[in-house]
């Protein structure tokens, strides 16, 4: 129970200050850095500004971090292993693979750590003029974050109470996450479907223009955000370049 309360929504984070659409804004503005070059220097470079906002998520717990990251954490080691053993990019193009993907998701972790589902819903529909049925389908989406990772717990507990343990065995241990995946899958599933039977059974598909009753405002620090991630971005780019490894994505002929 403490840890899926603990994966929640931090309730007053500095981060959680920032409104949702500026942090999607910022999001993407460091992954078009990313994207744009296959080196190492640029994704090392925006994953130490993304890591020095940990504190501000409210990440400064060890083990919620990891529970939050670790399988972000284990799908950059396993793409960098891949490409070392079986493709030509060497140990500095692996590491700039899998920085890159550390890069990529890790505003998503912060996102979801330092924002009110309520928040991001309201900022979508009032900024962005997004579907009431795509907004709240999203709030719906984040708040069913903190149950998975309580029913993952939960699902590994039953199964460790019933003498079903990989031990020091990786392959083992890999088994078993895939097979408690596997069950966490179908039962998201069937509760997407449900969910969504009720959402429209209480007329979220409707037509009709709704109306938001708390409103989102953009302040001048939600701007100071989204262009400190674009400085951080021309940064990681800058010095990729200075350090003569840029090595943009798309050359011309």
Avoid: K
Avoid at 42 to 50: D, G, I, L, S
Avoid at 221 to 231: I, K, M, N, S, Y
């Amino acid at each position: 129970m403490t840890a899926s309360l603990s994966l929640g929504p931090a309730p007053d984070v500095p981060l959680s200050r920032i409104n949702p659409c500026a942090q999607i804004l910022a999001a993407v503005a460091v992954s078009l850095a990313l994207l744009a070059t296959l080196d190492a220097v640029t994704p090392a470079v925006v994953v130490a500004a993304e890591l020095c906002l940990l504190p501000a998520a409210g990440l400064t717990d060890p083990r919620t971090l990891l529970l939050r990251t670790w399988p972000l954490v284990l799908g950059a080691g396993t793409l960098a292993v891949v490409n070392v053993v079986l493709g030509d990019a060497g140990l500095l193009g692996a590491l700039g693979i899998a920085l890159r993907v550390v890069g990529l998701a890790l505003p998503g972790v912060l996102l979801v750590a330092s924002t009110d589902p309520v928040r991001l819903a309201d900022a979508l529909t009032v900024h962005w003029r997004f579907p009431p049925r795509v907004a709240v389908g999203s709030l719906a989406a984040l708040r069913l974050v903190p149950l998975l990772v309580a029913e993952f717990e939960t699902v590994q507990l039953a199964r460790r109470t019933r003498g079903v343990e990989a031990g020091r065995n990786p392959v083992a241990r890999v088994r078993l996450v895939a097979g408690i995946a596997f069950t966490l899958l179908v039962g998201a599933v069937r509760r997407a479907g449900r969910l969504a039977t009720a959402m429209d059974a209480r007329g979220f598909d409707s037509v009709i223009r709704r109306t938001n009753a708390r409103g989102s405002v953009l302040h001048a620090r939600d701007h100071l955000f989204v262009a400190g991630a674009g400085l951080v971005a021309a940064v990681a780019v800058t010095t990729s370049v200075l350090a003569g490894t840029w090595a943009p994505l798309f050359v011309g002929g």
